[in-house]
């Protein structure tokens, strides 16, 4: 067996080990083992488009931390072979208007938004070089898109937008957790530095950053910084994935179960959304990827009703789905 293969099985337990508690190791072996034996041969196309909107920033201070930050979103893309987008200048809520109308209904869209916010009390904005925009105008632009749409919000007043843009297929990420949270946000900053597989951020050490993961990454970094500035935090991330309109803080992650006091937990499609994949994940195609996410997924449910099921039916269940599992690495794009 060559060592890609080998590093083949170690990626894909890596990701599944976690729904597959006391099994029966080497018979899951022996049927994703068979499926992995021929590997892909090349990196198959993304159909994912990145826009990226800059802001008004205000003072050249701003302006050069915004830089920063495109500039990391922008190698990344390149990086990852994604067609990334930029839009900025006097006519940036025009544009970003036409740019998402026109949006290719066949490809998944990350909007990342990068600049300062504000909040009058009642509706919170994004500062754009020309008009500004708020979140209801937003939230009827995304709204007709069909596709999964991940908007990442690194302004201040951020929070102000979670609700409205939360749905079906929508991954939301602010960088507060409310719209008074005014000030300066940091976030974006460790965010982008994050989403290009910054390696201190892969925390499953599966030679990627998901979404999830750069989201947990710019948390902790920002209440690092506050914490060594000896200041009181002006701002609390949140991540909303599964429809609710209601974030998650990233401290909720990895904490005792009984502490969250039965609330819905955001990040499982967060925690699958890569923009720059490992060697092994460009050998797959995005319907592969997508089939997989999605047996993941079930893998996840299967584990949480195991606890109302024989242990004959759990089993027969969970190696019906680690067959599925087995045949996508198995189909040649």
Known sequence: MTTKVVESFSSVWSRIRFATPCLNELKLWTTLGFALLAPLLYAAPRALDVVIVVGASG?????????????????ACTKAGVTAT????????????????????????????????TFDGREAMFSA??????????????????????????????????????GKNRIVITSTKSPDEVFYARFGEYFAEAIGGKEEADLDQDKQVSLLEAF????????????????????????????DGVGTRSEVFGADPSATNGMTI??????????VLSEEEQKLTDAQRSTRDGLE???????????????????????????????VYETKS
């Not at 020309?130 to 991940?150: C, M, N, R, S, Y």
């Open 59 to 75: 003072t050249e201070e701003y302006g050069k931390k915004f830089k920063t930050q495109v500039d990391a979103w922008t190698g």
């Open 86 to 117: 930029l839009v900025r200048g006097e006519k940036t809520t025009e544009e970003l208007a036409k740019r998402l109308s026109s949006a290719d209904p066949a490809h998944s869209l990350w909007l990342v938004l990068i600049g300062h916010g």
């Open 129 to 166: 070089e020309g008009p500004d925009f708020d979140a209801k105008q937003l939230a009827a632009w995304i709204k007709p898109l069909k596709q999964e749409v991940a908007v990442i919000h690194t302004a201040s007043s951020s929070g102000g937008f979670l609700k409205a843009l939360s």
């Open 216 to 243: 947990r990454h710019a948390s902790k970094a920002t209440a690092t910084f506050y914490e060594n500035d000896g200041r009181l935090a002006t701002e609390h991330a949140l991540v909303e994935d599964n429809g």
């Open 266 to 275: 955001d990040g499982e499609r967060a925690a699958q959304m890569v923009l």
């Open 297 to 327: 997924r079930e893998l996840k449910a299967l584990k949480e009703q195991r606890a109302k099921m024989n242990e004959d039916e759990y089993y027969t269940k969970l190696e019906t789905l680690m067959g599925k599992l087995g045949e």
